[in-house]
Nanobody
Framework: QVQLVQSGGGSVQAGGSLRLSCTVS????????MEWFRQDIRNEREGVAS???????NYADSVKGRFTVSRDSAKNILYLQMNNLKPEDTAMYYC???????????????????WGQGTQVTVSS
């Protein structure tokens, strides 16, 4: 049974940093696609950043240069380091994973079966 357990998040002032973690268990082996999504009350869930089976990363334009996705393969933990946070980054953040290669673009919600529980990030101005 695949499980994704998230930690991190919280509240920070604009310009600050936070790191999210997503611990994955239940996948055979350690090669799988993982993606971070976020959703606030006004918008649909959107893809933020992903790391593919071979370590290739992909970022939404809105977070390029500020967010970094990384992975501890030994522990099957995916991280999202968020720097220079802005109020518009305020959202519930979710990690998602799948054994296949990542979808061709970010944000393809229906391509993922396994999700973390979500963690809130709040950025004040």
């Amino acid at each position: 049974q695949v499980q994704l357990v998230q930690s991190g998040g919280g509240s920070v002032q604009a310009g600050g940093s936070l790191r999210l973690s997503c611990t994955v268990s239940g996948f055979p082996g350690d090669r799988f696609c993982m993606e971070w999504f976020r959703q606030d009350i006004r918008n649909e869930r959107e893809g933020v950043a992903s790391m593919d089976r071979d370590g290739t990363t992909n970022y939404a334009d809105s977070v390029k240069g500020r967010f970094t996705v990384s992975r501890d393969s030994a522990k099957n933990i995916l991280y999202l380091q968020m720097n220079n946070l802005k109020p518009e980054d305020t959202a519930m953040y979710y990690c998602a994973a799948r054994i296949l290669w990542c979808p061709s673009s970010l944000g393809r919600i229906s391509d993922y079966d396994d999700w973390g529980q979500g963690t809130q990030v709040t950025v004040s101005s």
